[in-house]
């Protein structure tokens, strides 16, 4: 009895800890005619976003947290060097909400990104 009701506890503890974010690890991107997002999660709860846009790249490496539901926020890292914030690239927007949609699918800044398998 005690091994059922165990086995039940880590079953549904498994089930929640997915869908609260604890299992993004990999890399989601979506690319189209002139843009192409990816954002890849990496040990530790950090990340690394890139966007580029024809000729401009942007993107932030950072930490995230699970918010609550399916929404997780991404925090950049600061950057403290003034040439690098006055670049074309840099990504102003230094905290950013996601979406997860499903295992396989994470929406943010209005784009689907799709795991890579």
Same mark, same amino acid.
């Given at each position: ?7 039940? !506890? %880590? ?5 929640? $800890? ?5 299992? !993004?690890? $990999?890399? /989601?991107?979506s690319q189209g005619?002139? #843009?192409?997002?990816? !954002? ?5 709860? =950090? %990340?690394? /976003?890139?966007? +580029? %846009? ?16 399916? =929404? ?5 890292? =600061?950057?403290?060097?003034i040439l690098t ?7 102003? #927007? ?8 499903? +295992?396989? =699918?994470? +929406? ?10």
């Amino acid at each position: 009895m005690k091994l059922l009701l165990l086995s039940i !506890l %880590f079953i549904l503890a498994s089930c929640l $800890g997915q869908k609260n974010g604890h299992n !993004l690890k $990999g890399i /989601y991107f979506s690319q189209g005619k002139g #843009d192409y997002y990816s !954002l890849s999660f990496q040990r530790h709860r =950090t %990340f690394s /976003y890139v966007v +580029k %846009f024809f000729e401009v790249n942007s993107g932030c490496p950072g930490k995230w947290n699970h918010l609550s539901g399916d =929404t997780i926020e991404l925090h950049c890292d =600061t950057v403290t060097d003034i040439l690098t914030q006055l670049t074309q690239g840099y990504m102003n #927007d230094r905290i950013k909400k996601a979406l997860v949609v499903n +295992k396989d =699918t994470i +929406k943010i800044d209005g784009v689907l990104l799709v795991r890579h398998k």
